[in-house]
């Protein structure tokens, strides 16, 4: 339907989900299984804070909490990219988290909050749920 014009969040849960598949076969190796979890994880933290930079540059992490993307995924691709490559555990973790995150900020908007069951911690998140309205449509 949007042809080469995917939304960033469709496009970064297929290549998560894609991960999980892969892991849950069995056919890849534990190297293997991190540099597929690793480029997934990059490219979410590298699309979703490319559109909030501006002229200048902006820190990963500052953009990060802005858009409530918890700071040790922004480590994670930091180490993913520039150090050694983590174990595959905190790859896994990596992507739960990513994928929670883009369930409560794209999905839930798309489907009406009826992935999100509401609770006490969740109505806390919707104040920062609202600040990031902004990466709601255009964005995506």
Known sequence: RYG???????DCTAELIRCKVLDSSGRLK??????????ALVR??????????KMTSIPLRQLAREVDIPIWV?????????????RLALCRKGCDVVLDWLRKTYWSRQLGNNLCEESEDEEEDQEGTEANAELDNDAW
């Open 30 to 39: 534990s190297h293997e299984l991190i540099l597929s979890y690793g480029l």
């Open 4 to 10: 080469p014009k995917m939304p960033l969040a469709v």
């Open 74 to 86: 922004v480590d994670l691709r930091h180490e993913l990219t520039h150090g050694k490559l983590p």
């Open 44 to 53: 979410f933290v590298n699309l979703i804070t490319e559109r909030k930079q």
